[in-house]
């Protein structure tokens, strides 16, 4: 988990009056080390995965289930005998996790970039499996569930040995401070979070309604079901319930619904950015230059033109001007106030000149005569009528408002409820920067939807909750924005010590879904920016540090990394050590860098280079790590669900697909994926057209063809974004240089990245999870049958495609609802209890039955066909967690030698009389 040291945390108070200088350090060190480093290319795949386990004591007699705080113990255990067994081929890392129940296990070296290194994945964390049961006491268990059911619900007697509720590092009325790991980071992350944020975090999620659920009894009219209806999903808007806890209290969240077609915040508005429409009012002008900061002109032949729609925010500081979700600022208006030049416009507008030409224009402000340059012929009747349908749009969020529901809320306030669950992450080496970039975006849109095919977190604090993820309890779990950051008034006054003095608005918590794209296409035209991310994909607030950016910039940064880097310089480090602060060298260490940035948790995380410390370092390059994904209760579902995602990360890169959407639709999402059986039930907004553009396209007219249109004998008559003549491109035999060194990210995605599909909604649609996983129409594949025609498409050998196989199998099931998820069969488990009263509380005689069949489940010792089908587990043994030495060491005792002659003769003997049956002799 992050960064972990050893030394003496300083006390908030002391850390604050150094935490300026983190910050400052911490971009002179990133700017030392992407300059050390940022010409590294060549690596070769390496990736790996991270296993979270909690260790829990049965009472088998009083049929109850506690934590076991031995984590410490038992993890210097098993490294310990790792360490002694270095002659192993396999081996497994431990470390340490937030929980003092907690340990996290990965392979001990990476698995490679070759196709039978699949098969290891298995068998590595059936490995580790087997190893963590060898520490375990007789009535200790360790099984890969998400959360500890009861965990909050069993005052002083929730873990063996017990300790008091409460306590100065959590101030928590339901978990005691002695379950922290006892690492000083740990408690110290804790007691900071709380006191930056001036007071406990605040986490409620929704109640599951059953029949006889207590608290649905004063709220008559809601039946024990979705309030959303048959064709939509309830929505649990995490990190916006500020308005509902003040009107109701912490018992009670308010809900929404995904029949909606946006989603909205606590406060009934869109999710996304101010939309501009560039209208420059005088003779002549056709639209803007790019500004790389307020009043510095940007050559870029890719200028937004006149009835062009951008999306950006005002800057608070410099009145007049807007910064664009590409990095780029623009003004709003002349020097002399007399001209406007953009004009504020409805978030359902589009841009009039969908279908672009070459671009060229030396000129600022002017456009080349090339074609059709606007197909509205009015513009101002087009912007007018944009405007007056900006209040219009106000009406409609009230309306829809009305969708919301009050509902009872399962209430906790610390950060262990969050960090306390366990989950499935990965990492992948990159082959240079470009692609770690490109592959950081990629999964971004696919990192809700596999946590909503992985679902396996539906019961909390005893309680059923009306969702099956964990990802919002973590979130709100380590929010520690203060009120104004949050949006609401009040709070302490602006303190200079703290990022952006308290006040600066930030719409998400340190652990949610990423806030901008950061691919950044190399064009190779002279003259002309490096930056080809269409503004229409990052549509949704980007806090930064401004004086971050600018001196990234200035640097020679470019300006969505720069940008990214700024947004998550926002926040400050939660943890400063004693002696490490202005004695950490910014040029040769990271330490500041990664305080931050390791507190940054978002679904995708993207890794520069470590600094080598000595010359036997291992070399490590540039990575991204995919970590939306919850822990299964099988190492089979852990290792399907882990090679699938780095066979997709291939087909990406192979077939130069792209997965882009704005990032408001990820984030909806994201909130969609939390919801009941969002695997079967939900709709998620997925790419129409995954193949690339050539350059200059839009993708929208119909005269590009889909690649997967001929897959049916067909032709699509749908509006695509690949053009026939593309299809050249995925020959790996052609002589084209382009073409042959299809290693990394495409030129072509490198000069055009990605493609708008005109206006932001023709490019994606709502999708079930089938449809995303085994296509939909003639246009779109489904990632299953892409994934199988790449392992076609490397010749992928036998023993390793029949794995693949039983794998994809099994995903289609799940994706198609023939499987449950974990989330799913642990509510029918619990509803099924014989001592369940409906009532939505899990016992602890149920949870002592649950916990006992998920550990047999995933140590193959019980069969679970709604959740795996036809695949049986084999049975995982502790005596055969380490390899047997063929020792050489002489016996001492004759008699040991004639007890193992005598066993031996005996099983001779029943051989020759089996063969004798047999032969009738």
């Known amino acids: 988990m992050g960064l972990l040291k050893v030394g003496v945390p300083q006390p908030w108070e002391k850390s604050k009056k150094n935490l300026n200088y983190v910050r400052e350090a911490g971009v002179r060190q990133f700017i030392s080390t992407y300059n050390r480093v940022k010409d590294l290319k060549g690596d070769e795949l ?33 490294n310990r005998n790792e360490a002694n067994s270095p002659y192993e081929s396999e081996g497994c890392n431990w470390v340490p996790e937030y929980g003092a129940w907690m340990v996290e296990a990965t392979p001990r070296r990476p698995y490679n970039g070759y196709s039978v290194d699949l098969l290891r994945v298995e068998r590595n964390m059936r490995l580790r499996r087997k190893r963590i049961l060898t520490e375990l006491n007789e009535n200790e268990i360790a099984p890969t569930v998400a959360a500890f059911p009861m965990l909050g619900a069993l005052g002083d007697d929730g873990s063996v040995p017990p300790v008091p509720v409460g306590g100065p590092v959590t101030e928590s009325e339901y ?47 809601l039946p024990p079901s979705t309030c959303c209806g048959e064709e939509s999903i309830l929505l649990w808007r995490f990190g916006k319930g500020d308005l509902s806890r003040e009107k109701y209290g912490n018992g009670f969240v308010i809900v929404g619904c995904s029949s909606s077609s946006r989603e909205f915040n606590d406060f009934g508005d869109p999710v996304t950015l101010q939309k501009w429409l560039v209208d420059v009012e005088c003779d002549g002008c056709k639209g803007l230059f790019y500004r790389s900061a307020p009043g510095v002109i940007v050559p870029d032949a890719d200028w937004p033109r006149n009835g062009d729609v951008v999306v950006g925010s005002e800057i608070p500081d410099v009145p007049g001007w807007i910064r664009l979700q590409n990095g780029y600022y623009l003004p709003m208006n002349s020097d002399d106030g007399k001209v406007k030049f953009l004009h504020k416009v409805s978030s359902e507008t589009h841009a009039n ?58 209430h906790m306030d610390a950060m262990a409820f969050g960090m306390g669950c366990c ?39 005893g309680r059923l909750a009306d969702t099956d993820c964990r990802w919002g309890i973590i979130s709100e779990c380590v929010d520690d924005r203060r009120p104004a950051e949050r949006g609401r008034k009040g709070g302490p006054d602006p303190d200079p010590e703290v990022a952006g003095k308290g006040y600066r608005r930030l719409y998400k918590s340190r652990y949610d879904s990423i806030s901008t794209y950061i691919y950044q296409g190399v064009s190779s035209e002279d003259g002309q920016m490096n ?22 910039r200035e640097a020679g940064i470019d300006p969505l990394l720069s940008q990214h880097i700024a947004h998550i310089f926002v926040r400050d480090p939660l943890v400063i050590f004693d002696g490490a602060v202005e004695e950490v060298d910014d040029d040769t260490q990271t330490e500041h860098f990664e305080s931050i940035q390791s507190t940054n948790w978002q679904s995708v995380r993207w890794k520069p280079p470590p600094p080598r410390t000595g010359p036997n370092d291992p070399h490590i390059g540039w990575r991204t790590e995919f970590r939306s994904m919850e822990i299964q209760l099988t190492d089979f579902e852990n290792a399907a669900f882990t090679t699938f995602i780095t066979l997709i990360t291939r087909v990406i890169l192979t077939f130069d697909l792209n997965l882009y959407i704005p990032l408001s639709r990820v984030d909806a999402n994201m909130q ?30 119909e005269q590009y063809t889909s690649m997967f249109s001929t897959v049916n004998g067909k032709k699509s008559t749908l509006p695509t974004v690949f053009s026939g003549d593309d299809l050249s491109a995925l020959n790996l035999t052609s002589t084209d240089s382009d073409v042959s060194s299809w290693e990394g ?33 003639d246009y779109f594949p489904g990632l299953i049958p892409l ?3 790449y392992l076609d498409h490397i010749q992928c050998d036998s023993v390793t495609m029949d794995r693949m196989t039983t794998y994809l199998d099994f995903i289609e099931k799940r994706a198609t609802g023939q499987l449950q998820t974990p989330a799913t069969w642990v509510r029918n488990f619990i509803r099924n209890h014989e001592e369940y009263k409906f009532d939505s509380i899990v016992t602890d005689s149920i949870a002592y039955d649950l916990m006992v069949a998920c550990k047999e489940i995933g140590e193959g010792k019980r069969g679970a066909p709604e959740l795996l089908g036809d695949v049986v587990i084999k049975p995982i043994l502790a005596s055969d967690a380490y390899q047997t030495k063929l020792d050489s060491t002489r016996v001492v005792s004759n008699d040991h030698i004639r007890s193992l002659l005598q066993r031996y003769a005996a099983r001779k003997t029943k051989f020759d009389e089996t063969i004798a049956v047999e032969f009738q002799i």
């Not at 599951?208 to 009894?217: G, L, Q, S």
């Not at 405007?387 to 408002?401: I, K, P, W």
């Not at 939390?674 to 839009?698: C, I, Q, S, W, Y």
């Not at 990245?753 to 939909?776: D, F, R």
């Open 531 to 552: 930056n080809r991310i269409l503004n229409m994909y990052n549509d949704i607030p980007v806090p930064i540090d401004e004086d971050k950016y600018r001196q990234l």
């Open 175 to 221: 978990i005691g401070d002695g379950i922290i790991n006892p690492h000083p980071r740990f408690a110290a992350l804790s007691a900071n979070i709380r006191k930056r944020r001036g007071e406990k975090v605040n986490i409620r999620i929704p109640l599951f309604h059953d029949v006889n659920t207590p608290e649905y009894a004063d709220l008559p009219g």
């Open 46 to 78: 390496l990736w790996g995965d991270e296993i979270e386990y909690g260790i829990f004591v049965l009472d088998h007699q009083n049929k109850k289930v506690r934590l076991s705080l031995r984590a410490k113990e038992i993890m210097d255990n098993l």
């Open 672 to 701: 969609r994926a939390h919801g009941r059986n969002a695997a079967v039930n939900g709709k998620f907004f997925f790419r129409r057209h995954m193949a690339p553009l050539e350059k200059g396209d839009d993708g929208f007219d």
């Open 353 to 410: 000149n969908q279908q672009k030409k070459a671009l060229g224009s030396e000129t600022p402000m002017y456009r080349g005569s090339v074609g059709n340059i606007n197909d509205v012929p009015d513009l101002k009747s087009a912007l007018e009528t944009a405007v007056s349908s900006l209040s219009d749009e106000h009406q409609t969020f009230n309306d829809e408002a009305k969708m919301f529901n009050l509902r009872p809320a399962i």
């Open 745 to 777: 990210v495409s030129e072509k995605r490198r000069v055009a990245p990605n493609a708008s599909g005109g206006t932001e909604e023709n490019s994606y649609e709502e999708m079930t999870m089938a449809e995303i996983m085994t296509g939909k129409g």
């Open 423 to 461: 989950c499935l992450q990965i990492t992948f080496q990159a082959t240079d920067v470009d692609e770690s970039r490109f592959l950081y975006d990629q999964l971004a849109v696919l990192a809700p939807i596999m946590m909503a095919l992985t679902a396996s977190t539906p019961v909390l604090k």
């Open 787 to 789: 994934v199988y025609a």
